[in-house]
């Protein structure tokens, strides 16, 4: 099946009138080239072409990218996967020149083997230096990009930093209780009692909530601390390898024991009530209230509570502590910063300038393009200071997120392929968040991620088969066990018969079929 009706009038890229006046040296084409393009995010649901951003790499390039967004009030989820926009399009036959979205990668390596979009190979070999330098001083990205014909279809958004979420207790806490940080489980869980029990916000009420999460996974999370798994990646849910093959974590022993003490600790009231429903306003309404006692989030965005809070809150000290050692001793950080995500562009087959578009995509990897993509309009958000970019304080104290106002001009965007520069986000990290981050360093506490795979055609059927399903049951045991509407232990030996009566063994068998030839070279 190929996906190459839409009018060559619509698509093709349209000449313009008089050149734009740009550096020579990133200039793409003498006269300016249109092309289309769809970008679906959950963060900016189409492209806007009146990006700041966008209208500096117009000024660089002579490329003028064109909206042509098809079902922008659609979502593309970043963690459960859901491409409702990605398939509108591919439904509608209008294939814009091209496509960035998040969770793109699975979508175009199944259909850009069938045609819909170009593989990008032999045009960054022959066009992309800087495209082609990258991903020779780092073959496993370039492995891990590769659908399962060996071809690479999409330039992804590649993260930088190590580290992005933390275990965070409040150290004004545990000093009002006279209690030391936890050092392990047990500790944590003693330090969450106290937390119910022992009035340290000191209004005479018991209306501490001791462990909560704006993400109700990050409750799954703590089976780490009974050596289980909830996930190998940054994506919740997701698969892991472990010893060279690719398993699930909510079938394995640790899990098991993990998700029976949350249960435990759900009943006995150190867990937020509300931690399937509360969402994302957690965080700030527990922390303002003076309620939440801990809780495991990202490194910048929860540091900087200290800062907001500080005067408000006597003694406020929301900080980042070691993971706490398990039943058996490990202390491991399963969340870090993946080194490529899901999410970026690709070029479809009906785009009549390939080389163009190649190389407008290898602007993004030149040191002006990069710098453009992460940190904004020189001038405008930021300026250069030793040779460096360094965000403008009139950028940095508007009281904005500054993530926010990034998308808002165009900059950070997922669903463009370019290499993130952790130094955009080290700048507007306060000291609590850089004190927690060096914290981390002392101890070898992060694990290897799961890149994920590349499904041949009959791999794909069985995954798409079986899969959904099964994630959904282990999803609704998960929530029903720590909510005490069923025993896990009770029902352990059922509930791992019903995996295998639904075919997570074939899930499994065509995960390491892909993963050994994607990786291992079989």
């Known amino acids: 099946m190929r996906y190459l009706t839409l009018t060559s009038t619509l698509l093709a890229g349209t000449m313009l009138g008089a050149p734009v006046s740009a550096g020579d040296h990133l200039k793409i084409v003498d006269e300016p080239l249109e092309l289309s393009i769809q970008m679906n995010h959950a963060r900016y649901p189409r492209y806007e072409e009146s990006w700041p951003v966008e209208q500096e790499a117009r000024r660089l390039t002579n490329i003028h990218l064109k909206d042509f967004t098809v079902g922008a009030n659609l979502r593309v989820d970043e963690n459960d996967g859901r491409t409702e926009a990605l398939n509108l399009m591919l439904a509608s036959g209008k294939i814009p020149d091209i496509v960035g979205s998040s969770r793109l990668k699975d979508f175009v390596n199944q259909y850009g083997p069938e045609g819909a979009f170009l593989p990008l190979n032999d045009l960054i070999d022959e066009h992309a230096p800087n495209l082609k330098a990258f991903f020779e001083e780092r073959p496993a990205i370039k492995s891990a990009l590769s659908a399962a014909d060996g071809n690479m279809y999409y330039l992804p958004y590649l993260p930088d930093g190590k580290y992005g979420r933390a275990y965070f207790i409040r150290y004004d806490w545990l000093d009002a209780l006279g209690l030391n940080v936890p050092q392990n489980v047990e500790e944590f869980e003693q330090a969450l009692i106290a937390f119910r029990d022992g009035d340290p916000n000191g209004n005479g009420l018991k209306d501490e909530v001791p462990y909560f999460a704006r993400q109700w996974p990050e409750l799954i999370r703590l089976v780490t601390l009974w050596d289980g798994r909830s996930s190998g990646s940054d994506t919740y849910h997701d698969f892991y390898v472990d010893e060279g093959k690719v398993k699930h974590p909510y079938a394995g022993e640790g899990y098991r024991e993990g998700i029976k003490n949350l249960a435990r600790w759900y009943k006995e009231g150190l867990i937020d009530a509300e931690i399937f429903t509360r969402g994302s306003s957690s965080r700030e309404y527990l922390l303002s209230e003076n309620l939440g006692g801990a809780t495991h989030d990202w490194f910048a965005s929860t540091s900087g509570y200290n800062t907001s809070l500080g005067d408000r809150i006597d003694g406020f000290a929301f900080k980042a502590f070691t993971p706490p050692a398990s039943i058996s001793g490990k202390r491991i950080e399963e969340h870090r910063r993946i080194p490529i995500k899901p999410d970026g562009w690709a070029i479809s087959a009906t785009n009549k300038h390939p080389v163009e578009t190649i190389k407008y995509f ?43 106002q990034l998308y808002e001009i165009g900059s950070q965007l997922h669903a463009r392929g370019f290499h993130q520069d952790y130094e ?36 794909q059927r069985v995954y798409d088969r079986y899969w959904p399903s099964i994630r959904d049951f282990m999803l609704e045991r998960q929530q029903a066990w720590v909510l005490g509407t069923g025993d896990v232990e009770a029902d352990w030996d059922d509930y791992l018969a019903e995996l295998d009566n639904m075919g997570l063994n074939q899930v499994l068998k065509v995960m390491n079929s892909a993963y050994q030839r994607q990786y291992g070279g079989g």
């Open 424 to 459: 955009y986000e080290r700048q507007w990290s306060n000291e609590f968040a850089l004190e927690g981050i060096a914290l981390y360093d002392e101890g070898d506490y992060l694990i290897d991620q799961f890149l994920g795979v590349a499904f041949n055609a009959d791999e």
């Open 362 to 404: 290898d602007f993004w990897f030149t040191e002006e393009g990069r710098r453009l993509a992460n940190f904004g309009v020189e001038g405008q958000q930021y300026t250069m200071v030793d040779g460096k970019p360094k965000f403008t304080e009139e950028f940095l104290t508007n009281g904005k997120p500054v993530n926010n």
